[in-house]
């Protein structure tokens, strides 16, 4: 790289112009002072050829510098402004699409028929759309995208997935799942982080195309954890919880270098999208995306953190009712015959029943007045970290003007209802509703709507802690009212935390909220909610990975300390084919036949089988087809042996038949493994695949 | 531990009360019928036996669930609360020394000889005391002991380092070296990672001992990792931040769980911390540490990013020339006849010299006034965190009071020289001051001072750009003012980021400030100053490895490729004393005379040296001893061989001669190794240990 930018740099060089570096002091000199008697006119244009070099030589040398350090940081910067850009302009345009419907459903008057139309045929067109668009170009582009790159992360291929094609579909698809809003209660987050990884993946290799650098295995997937916390960080406009949610959500170790890469990378992709705010004049400089103003000099009462806790814990019981009744509703729309057929041949279909349902329900003059559906995805989360306390407000109520962030918490106020009811109401109804969209073969996001489901969760219980102390719990020192805000705030952070399984949410909610005052409450909140959740149930997207059946390796729990007493003999795969150094066609043909193996190990012979080293398929077959041509013509055994005539590669790593089950599992997770082959005393004795792994884990966790 | 707990719970069983869970239901009611009928009376006090009992079996069951999950968060609880009340009392004696040097100044009068000794014996009596103390009794507590805990964690054990002898003394020296205030300008928070991990070990071990449960290496490293967080945690008060940081400091690679146990330590560490001072009556409630009150609304124009990341490569800048002369003076220490003769001898007497010197410049009334020495460390940042405009406040400014923290800045302006010049006068002597302290051999940290270093650089340079645009950059739209303390918030977190190459100081300052306006600036600076920082010095931990010559792995810049390419056989030891199963007394007497390993590999013959397994040096010395005794009295050669006798123990994991050394250097970095074998065709050719993996990577770095 270095070299190339020096030749770039060099290839036109100007007449009368000298190397600077190349040749020796003396040499130049003379160079110099010829191509000065040659062109004495230049002279004028080029005074000081002394300074002049020895700025070129420094300008030089800090270009080297650039280039050297750069390269990695230079394609973290594209990648990071590229996506944050992507993700401005789609929510430009999810906006306008969104205001059209409000327009629409304005504009055709008080028909009801009409009106219900113009509610229901919106969204059911834009995700029958969305479904049908982003299916025929590429069926990898339905879901969130993060219980698949979960399993790549762990070292397995999913061909395809990460292909440049499922971008558009992806980025299309997932605008008008956007455009339709509430209505289906869909979010951006993990299609995002699918985009992002696309997009790192396709400048990866362009990059190894123009530089013809060396590029591995680690490389990749060290821009693919940049790539995760890119998606999240432009999604959001929060660097550092980006960095730390991807982290937790992606992994089960992670690198220090990795994090560096994607601080950074993500801290470009926030910067650049509240940037974009900025200069589209949205706001005057760059502030939080979703800015509360809740009171900092007094913000919670000690006390307050038990309510704060209890908080944590209903939140981490309700996760776990949804994690269970999401995966079971996925299986049952699955093994169901009629959507089963639906979704296999009609995906479109399925998605218009689905999405007619659900728009009917929150269709305004019915059902939808008691759960405030007028709403946007945005403006619910506006209205429920608002800092005032409703039951204050709804006192003094003045008549409801939608559009205005100040007013917005009047939604939820009904004339028959005490906003208690609606809040009751939204929470029943969303949660059947939500595990419902999450069945959309769309591409769609899941934790949006988890996060606004968890803020409604944390408003209801501050409206609640309000109205027992009206004037805030420690009555002396003056009255210090309980900020209901708050406690919505940490009832997103603690549903979306348990649900996903992960504490950075913690951070996310102040960063995407920008003020730290409610941290600590909010943080225990989360770890409450991740206590009850992680020990009932496996994360969403654990979940999904289990009823996808994607080739995901099961982690180890602590309390298994069994795993250390497990050793590999006991669950390695003892009938391994493998290829002796002196076998010849018949042999290897049988081999063949045998089984699909992509790699075969040899062995020294079959009776002393000390591994060798591995030989591929493809190496296999070509010799079986040279020998198959050369050799039955002639009726006699072809000559030539494995040995001889294959490539075998050495084998970096081997186990012990003695090594515990822990261990392996450890260093399959650590250095993301596919097989490991196991000798005893140099002899091949099995093999271990993440299948042995996985039973072997199972077994331990449900013994028979 | 479950069933430890259940037996607690049985032990003292009260007269009538039946075992609920271990008989059938039917012998259950016989027994309960029984002791109705002879205790009559005990009915009218214990109504509804069968609610009892169903009651009484819920609660069991929620006990054994809680302590199933517990043990390692009831441990990860205790640690953190440990640590907080440490560093609270810690905190308040503290306090209290340095009210009382303060009052001791004040009321010596004005005598100027008074004055001078009453300033500088109390640092130097103090100072003295915490190093002739804490080194008389353990050499290992001196110094900040982060660069030990790094050794500690990548595998290596340093013996005797985390024993708790060396708590005591620890906290005792480093309560004497944080009173004696700013003079000696150190911090706090190294020693406190170092004391956490002893309390860690410590108590570790005890539940080893009640629980006889099995503990391994893995679960003392899950268990120290935690421990760091709490202790940056409990200092800060920033439970986000000190988990980041501790990360960041310590490892290359990090598990998910540890982070969520270091989040669950550190979030009960900081709020039992900050709980403390709110008990204490010093806060209302719970808020961050060094509160600001910078403006939230409009924190930073948009142009002010490039003075911001400005300011990063600035404290780069500085930061390298830190590194660079920190760790100049440590050698120069060491080498020095005089200095190295007094520290290895009489290490109270050279911190006597040099606190006497420190003490001696910042005396008030001489230089000390140019530089407000008059301040304690908190005070420095509260001063230099300040939302006002020095240079306004200067203009109406009232006769200084010391004490209100609103008039603290004060102390900054002196009536001969602007405060711009005490500034830098501060920055320019504080820098070779700071340096000078951190050979003091007490126990101290360095990221404190650093972090207030960086704050004034930042205060610098804010003040600087207030003074060029008095009425905000963008002029339209009305006067919106520079916030100068924005700048020392980016400054403190990019010059402490740059010195201890970590990002996470970005976070940490928001967290210890309570306010994220400034984030996204924050973040930028900071990763400018790391790029600079990490591209030309190691940072200040892994010099002082360096410096100490601790058995530390050194990492593999990413831009050498050529890592890929170097092969295990090129770099590995071929000379590996080995046993062989048939060796007899003479062959293994040879063996041992020859090396001091701990441990020798056993091969099958030694013309064909297939590797079998390895044998404890242990294990030959009574082999031999045996031998001995038994044999050489006869003259004949003693019976048994080494493959009977001694207990052989397997090979986990073997290398190949083609492993390239990046592979190897993974490996050894993720699985904590010290020494790997390795076969060729199971037959041993070698050895690796961290030694050949250094030269190895040394060599590629500066090829001859």
């Keep these: 790289m270095v070299h190339h930018a020096e030749d770039a740099d060099r290839r036109p060089p100007a007449p009368g112009m000298e190397p600077t570096d190349c040749a020796g002091a003396d040499g130049l000199r003379e160079e110099e002072e010829a191509a000065e008697r040659v062109l004495v006119s230049e002279k004028s244009w080029r005074p000081c050829p002394k300074s002049r070099r020895r700025l070129r030589g420094c300008l030089e040398f800090v270009q080297r510098q650039l280039f050297r350090v750069g390269e990695d940081w230079y394609f973290l910067f594209a990648l990071g402004v590229l996506m944050a850009m992507i993700s401005f302009m789609m929510d430009l345009i999810v906006y306008r ?19 219900y139309l113009s509610w229901t ?12 668009f982003s299916q025929s170009i ?22 395809d997935y990460l292909a440049i094609k499922n971008f558009g579909a992806k980025v299309v698809g997932l605008t008008c799942t956007l455009a339709s809003g509430s209505t289906v209660f869909l979010g951006k987050v993990g299609p995002f982080v699918h985009l992002s990884a696309m997009a790192a993946a396709y400048l990866g290799k362009m990059r190894t195309t123009v530089t013809k650098a060396y590029e591995d295995k680690f490389k990749q997937n060290e821009m693919l954890v940049a790539a995760q916390a890119v998606g999240v960080a432009t999604v959001f406009g929060a660097p550092i919880s980006g960095v730390l949610f991807s982290i937790e959500v992606m992994s089960s170790h992670f690198a220090v270098r990795d994090y560096w890469r994607g601080f950074f990378a993500a801290t470009c992709g926030a910067f650049m999208f509240r940037l974009l705010a900025v200069f589209n004049s949205e706001q005057e400089t760059i502030i939080a995306l979703f800015r509360t103003n809740l009171k900092i000099d007094f913000p919670f009462d000690l006390p307050e953190t038990f309510f704060f806790i209890a908080l944590g814990v209903i939140c981490g019981v309700i996760s776990c009712a949804y994690l269970f009744c999401q995966r079971w509703l996925l299986g049952y729309v699955k093994e169901n015959k009629f959507t089963a ?24 003059p019915s059902l939808g007045q008691f759960m405030a559906s ?4 945005k403006e619910y989360l506006i209205s429920l970290f608002d800092n005032r306390t409703w039951g204050e407000l709804a006192r003094n109520a003045s008549p409801a003007v939608l559009g205005e962030p100040q007013r917005l918490w009047q939604e939820w106020c009904h004339p028959a209802v005490p906003f208690f009811g609606t809040l009751v109401f939204f929470l029943l109804m969303k949660f059947w509703m939500l595990i419902l969209a999450t069945t959309l073969p769309l591409p769609a996001g899941y934790f949006m709507p988890v996060f606004v489901y968890g803020a409604a969760v944390g408003r209801l219980a501050g409206e609640t802690v309000a109205a027992l102390f009206p004037d805030g719990i420690n009555a002396e020192g003056g009255v210090r009212p309980v900020v209901p ?23 996310l909610v102040c960063e995407a909220t920008g003020q730290l005052a409610h941290a600590l409450p909010v943080t225990l909140a989360v770890l409450a909610a991740n206590g009850v959740a992680q020990k009932w149930q496996p994360s969403f997207y654990a979940g999904t990975i289990i009823v996808k059946k994607l080739p995901y390796l099961p982690p180890i729990r602590s309390r298994h300390m069994a795993s250390y007493r497990v050793l590999t003999e006991e669950f390695m795969d003892r009938h391994v084919p493998s290829v002796a150094k002196a076998d010849g066609f018949a042999e290897v043909l049988a081999v063949l036949t045998a089984t699909g193996d992509a790699e075969f190990p040899v062995v020294e012979s079959a009776a002393v089988p000390t591994l060798v080293g591995t030989v591929s398929r493809a ?42 089950l822990h261990q392996a599992h450890h260093l399959f997770e650590l250095l993301k493994l596919q097989r490991l082959f196991v000798t005893r005393f140099g002899e091949l004795v099995g093999a271990v695949t993440r299948a042995e792994l996985r039973r072997a884990i199972e077994q331990l966790a449900d013994p028979k």
């Design 485 to 507: 805000g708050g406690y919505a705030l940490a009832g997103a952070a603690a549903f979306s935390g348990a649900v996903t399984h992960s504490v950075s949410t913690a951070l």
């Design 138 to 159: 590429t069926p990898h582009s339905g879901g969130s995208g993060i219980p698949e790159l979960k399993t790549i992360l762990t070292g397995v291929m999913l061909e």
């Design 121 to 132: 045929m919106y969204p059911v067109a834009l995700t029958a759309f969305s479904t049908g």
């Design 341 to 364: 057929k639906l979704l296999a041949t009609d995906k479109p279909v399925y998605t218009v029943l689905v999405v007619l349902l659900l728009a009917s329900i929150t269709f305004p």
């Design 374 to 377: 007028r709403l946007s995805m």
């Design 97 to 115: 699409l969104y205001e059209a419907h409000r327009w629409l459903y304005h504009e055709v008057g008080d028909y009801l028929v009409l009106k």
């Design 619 to 660: 190496e296999l077959v070509a010799f079986v087809q040279s020998r198959g041509e050369a050799g039955t013509p002639r009726g006699e055994k072809p000559a030539g042996t494995v040995g001889d005539d294959c490539a075998i590669e050495p084998v970096m790593l081997q186990l012990s038949p003695w090594t515990s």
